[in-house]
Structure formats: structure tokens, C-alpha cells
């Protein structure tokens, strides 16, 4: 899984001008500075960043990661596509052994999703389109169900979507 953003910032006194931040820490920090802050001012350093001077945070120089690519697919729009994920996912399978089940089948030529766990089957109808099968992660899927947009582009490896102001991406 990856999320790439991309936001305004005035960076002070650093020559990093990309980084990597565990993002689920830095929301929580972030959140934490209330709603009377108005500026986040991040100051990095070679190997954290500091957030307005109230708390230091590891971070990594993009060199030591692979480069996200971007996804150049086929673009395909789901109208109901956060609901019928929703409808869906609870029959999922949590089982690793049975590892084809814990996903979600998209059968977009069929015109539905399907989440199975062996015992149970969900079933949401979505629209019709020329794509074949394939299986979306179940932490993938709950990702696009919580915050995803109505519309995937897809390869024949790779799921992309539009996620609160940047790209979500899956491995298929």
C-alpha cells in the first residue's frame, strides 16, 4: 500500500526537500496541537523533523525508498463504490492460510464485488464494465471504503484511487 501527497510548505533552515514520516504518527501529532494552531511549521533535519518545536518525529530521505510509481491504466468509475465495499467487507476472510479469500473480488464485468470467508458470501451489485477479475486486500479495501473516491484506475498489477488530496495505490 502507499498514499502520496503533495501540500504548500515553507521548509526553514534544511536542505531536505523530501522525506519520509510514518503517516498515522504525524496525523496524531498534528491533531495534537489543537485547533488554536493555525501554521504547522515542520523543520527537518537529516534523520527527523520537528513539529512546531513541541515534539521530534524519525524521518527518512526519499533516496532510501523506491520511487512510487505512478499509475497509468485503465480509469474506471464506480458510482457506489464506498457503500458496496462497505456491504462487503464483513464477510471478508481474516484467515491467512485461505489467502484467496482475504480479499475482496471485484467481477466489474459481472457488474458486482464479492467478499467470502468460506461460510458466508456478500454480494454488492456495481456497474458494468469491460475489466476482468481481480482481488483487492482487505486492508486495501477498508482503506477505499472509509476514505476512497468513485473511481479506481486499474492495471493488470496495481489499483489506484484519489484519496483525500493525494493517491492511494494497492498491489492487486
Do not use: M, Q, W
Amino acid at each position: 500500500l502507499s498514499y502520496v501527497a503533495t501540500f504548500p510548505a515553507v521548509l526553514e533552515n534544511s536542505n531536505a526537500t523530501a522525506f519520509l514520516v510514518d503517516a498515522g504518527i504525524l496525523y496524531k501529532e498534528v491533531k495534537a496541537l489543537g485547533k488554536s494552531v493555525e501554521d504547522v511549521v515542520i523543520t527537518a533535519n537529516d534523520h527527523s523533523i520537528e513539529i512546531n518545536g513541541r515534539c521530534v518525529l524519525p524521518a527518512s530521505l526519499t533516496d532510501d525508498f523506491p520511487e512510487v510509481l505512478r499509475i497509468e491504466g485503465t480509469h474506471v468509475p464506480i458510482k457506489n463504490l464506498k457503500s458496496a465495499l462497505t456491504c462487503v467487507l464483513p464477510a471478508v476472510s481474516t484467515d491467512e492460510a485461505r489467502y484467496i479469500l482475504t480479499g475482496v473480488c471485484f467481477d466489474l464485468s459481472a457488474g458486482c464485488l464479492i467478499g467470502t470467508d468460506g461460510f458466508r458470501l456478500h454480494r454488492a451489485i456495481v456497474d458494468k464494465t469491460g475489466i476482468a477479475r481481480f482481488v483487492l486486500p482487505r486492508r486495501a479495501a477498508g482503506i477505499l471504503a472509509k476514505y476512497g473516491a468513485d473511481s479506481v484506475t486499474v492495471t493488470e498489477t496495481r489499483l489506484s484511487s484519489p484519496l483525500v488530496g493525494g493517491t492511494f495505490t494497492a498491489r492487486l
